[in-house]
């Protein structure tokens, strides 16, 4: 009996080193993020098309190769038929920014504050808890309150991010989700306390393949300072939205993962 030692391979040839070389080329600035339509993604697909054949994968993509073309949404912006009334009153087009995940059509109904639009058990904090959303069209604050329970990065990363606020919307039966950055004073309170400038409107890039399920719209302080009285009183405004969104999906190419490469029983030698 004899212990087998596998004897050592030289440094570069060790799938560690291979991989981290890969990774190190297809990262690098030379491929400038490898973004949609730029040289850096075509450098990096012909990169791993080499390496692939390299390995001995079997190509099952399109027209025999490495590569299986989809469609990729790459640009988003507001139509021209959107419009947004509230109270009556038609807002401007640059009072307002339609997020690229939001959904699209009309929809009708009242207005209701539900402050920023949070709601965990864990913090013990519901914004839904006294009010009715069924139905409704929801206006909640942008970003979190100015309290010791959001003071941690990632709860202002995940409880600000107006995804998270229209899921919750939508889960508790809103039309739509209207988003101003209006911040309540903070508690405990601050002596002199005066509302930071407000941030500027999000830009309708593109965000995942599908949609939130309601219109999501981002409405500056100006478009509502009229209504906040209102809506803190529990008023019923009425609001008129048509929402339509213009899409930009080019065809796309992809090396990896539905083509079901192969390594053949034996590898090349």
């Known amino acids: 009996m004899a212990r087998w030692v596998e004897p050592p391979l030289p440094r570069g040839d060790r799938a560690a080193d291979r991989i981290a070389q890969d990774v190190a080329w297809l990262a690098s600035k030379e491929r400038d993020g490898r973004g949609i339509g730029t040289e850096g993604l075509e450098e990096a697909g012909a990169h791993i098309e080499k390496r692939f054949a390299a390995l001995g994968l079997k190509p099952l993509g399109d027209g025999g190769g490495y590569r299986q073309r989809f469609p990729v949404t790459t640009a988003v912006a507001t139509s021209a038929a959107t419009a947004v009334k509230l109270d009556g009153v038609e807002l401007p087009k640059d009072a307002y920014a339609v997020m690229g995940f ?94 930071p400038p407000e941030a500027r409107l999000p830009s309708g890039s593109p965000e995942g393949p599908g949609d939130a399920g309601i219109p999501v719209l981002v409405v500056k302080r100006s478009a509502l300072t009229p209504l906040f009285p209102k809506l803190t009183a529990g008023t019923r405004i009425e609001s008129d939205l048509t929402i339509g969104l213009t899409k930009k999906t080019p065809m796309h190419s992809t090396w990896w993962g539905f083509w079901r490469a192969r390594r053949p029983s034996r590898p090349p030698s």
């Open 102 to 195: 939001s959904a699209q059509g009309e929809v009708s109904g009242p207005m209701v504050l539900a402050g920023y639009g949070i709601t965990d058990p864990n913090l013990g904090i519901d914004h839904y808890a006294r009010i009715d959303a069924k139905g409704k069209v929801v206006v909640v604050r942008r970003f979190v309150p100015q309290t010791p329970a959001f003071a941690p990065t990632d709860r202002q990363r995940r409880f600000g991010d107006i995804r998270y606020k229209a899921w919750i919307a939508r889960e508790r039966g809103a039309k739509a989700l209207i988003v101003v950055d209006w911040p309540e004073p903070p508690s405990p309170p601050e002596k002199g306390f005066e509302p």
